[in-house]
């Protein structure tokens, strides 16, 4: 019944691969974000997205796309991955009215 | 340039003690403090947030203080028990339901409670 849901869960590729996270929210929130954790624990913003609107945090490489096929999806393409990479990403979402912002279980991505 | 300072980095406090974890911010377009706990390997989740026009809001154990004239707030968890120990992330927002509204974080507190 997790409201927020990402796969996969671990994620280990070589560098310069491309790959694709994949996040759904089944409680009809409007917004949907993506969020990297480093190994440091330091959580920062990539994207948020609404109606059709994109918001780009400017530090995200272009590498990085996110793309959402309805209102209930959330994806997130990387392309040409790098060692730096190497993070816990997750998605979060937001009901309309509200500010409290749901975050999903991450997605351990790990760059060999 | 952080935006949501956070101190402490680590904090251990004995079963039953006070834990107190403060941040400070830089943007007063900030509208929207919220505290989120984080265990391992699994997502934040809301713990409890606050508005500046109150300084204090109170959730149980869990209470907020808000000083907008200083741009600092903190959590206090009273009666502290092993089971809140976690790593609690400040965060500062514009608020609002648009794509502007994101979350900037602190960098974090783990916090060990002894038993």
């Known amino acids: 019944d997790t409201a927020v849901s990402q796969t996969p869960k671990y994620l280990v590729t070589q560098m310069g691969n491309d790959k694709s996270i994949k996040c759904e929210q089944n409680l009809g929130h409007d917004t949907m974000y993506w969020y990297k954790q480093d190994s440091k624990k330091f959580l920062k913003i990539m994207f948020s997205y609404n109606n059709k609107e994109l918001i780009i945090n400017e530090t995200v490489p272009n590498r990085f796309s996110p793309k959402s096929p309805d209102k209930a999806h959330l994806n997130l393409h990387i392309n040409s991955l790098e060692l730096g990479d190497s993070a816990v990403y997750f998605c979060?979402?937001?009901?309309?009215?509200?500010?409290?912002?749901?975050f999903g279980p991450g997605t351990r991505l790990t760059v060999l | 340039q952080q935006q949501v300072k956070q101190s402490p980095q680590s904090l251990i406090v004995q079963k039953g003690g006070i834990s107190i974890i403060n941040c400070a911010y830089e943007n007063t377009a900030f509208d929207y403090f919220p505290w989120y706990q984080q265990f391992p390997g699994k997502g934040p989740a809301l713990l409890i947030a606050i508005r500046p026009d109150v300084s204090e809001k109170k959730e149980g154990r869990f209470t907020i203080s808000f000083n907008k004239s200083a741009k600092q707030f903190s959590l206090h968890i009273m009666d502290s028990q092993p089971g809140d120990s976690a790593t609690y992330f400040c965060a500062a927002s514009m608020g609002g339901n648009n794509a502007g509204n994101m979350l900037t974080f602190g960098g974090g507190t783990r916090l060990m409670v002894k038993p």
């Open positions: 979060a979402s937001t009901p309309s009215g509200t500010d409290t912002q749901y």
